[in-house]
């Protein structure tokens, strides 16, 4: 599976939106990238997965560049509950193996 | 559905003890891990049971350790003896297999384990 590259640490004002980079310069055409967060004392929680297209939910927006060697996970409108440790992941699509290897992530705060 | 559920939330035991952790799946994945999660190297996989059969163990640090699933709905990890180095966050997490959501991981609130 390929690497990821995240900042240990950013920070982002309540109502702005937080934009999170991860590179992962070495992904393969067949590799999925997965954002999951942390929420401090919670198990880790899903949430969103692309391939090559901009994705969005409810919970956030993922760009891809057209190169795919990197990603940016955007938090809209931040609140204070969205401080959190935030892990990038590159998974081989239609890999048998369940496998997510977590780095250190972002941490992210969001101050009032 | 209730999540995955995980006993004990706390656990703290002696060296040398014998420690059991306990982990319910979602109702209908067929996938479930455990990890293990410490300030030094952070959140990493033990163990991972597809269909209730260990597909890859390979994280399980030694002999002390074992784990089992004994059907669809249920899981345990096992330390004995315990040694205060175990002493971690230990996360289970589920998932189904199909497709793009095979990657798609719902997690337990962890057992925090301190063995003294």
């Known amino acids: 599976d390929a690497k990821t590259t995240q900042p240990p640490s950013m920070d982002c004002a309540e109502g702005r939106a937080a934009n999170l980079p991860c590179n992962h310069s070495t992904i393969s055409g067949n590799e999925y990238v997965y954002w999951y967060r942390q929420i401090h004392s919670q198990g880790p929680q899903y949430i969103i997965h692309g391939l090559k297209n901009n994705e969005t939910n409810e919970m956030a927006s993922l760009i891809i560049t057209e190169d795919r060697k990197s990603s940016t996970l955007i938090l809209p409108h931040a609140t204070l509950r969205d401080t959190a440790v935030y892990y990038c992941i590159v998974r081989v699509r239609g890999s048998t193996l369940g496998r997510l290897y977590f780095g250190r992530g972002t941490q992210l705060t969001v101050w009032p | 559905d209730a999540g995955v559920i995980q006993s004990p939330r706390h656990e703290v035991t002696e060296m040398g003890q014998e420690v059991t952790l306990r982990c319910k799946p979602i109702?209908?994945?067929?996938?479930l891990f455990w990890y293990r999660q410490t300030m030094m190297r952070g959140l990493e996989l033990l163990i991972y049971?597809?269909?209730?059969?260990?597909?890859?163990d390979s994280g399980m640090p030694e002999d002390r350790f074992s784990a089992k699933m004994p059907n669809a709905s249920f899981s345990t990890l096992k330390i004995q003896p315990s040694e205060p180095r175990d002493s971690a966050v230990y996360f289970c997490?589920?998932?189904?297999?199909?497709?793009?959501?095979?990657?798609?991981?719902?997690f337990g609130a962890g057992t925090r384990l301190s063995v003294l």
């Open positions: 997490a589920s998932s189904y297999l199909s497709g793009e959501a095979k990657n798609i991981q719902y």
């Open positions: 049971f597809n269909n209730n059969v260990p597909i890859d």
């Open positions: 109702s209908g994945h067929n996938s």
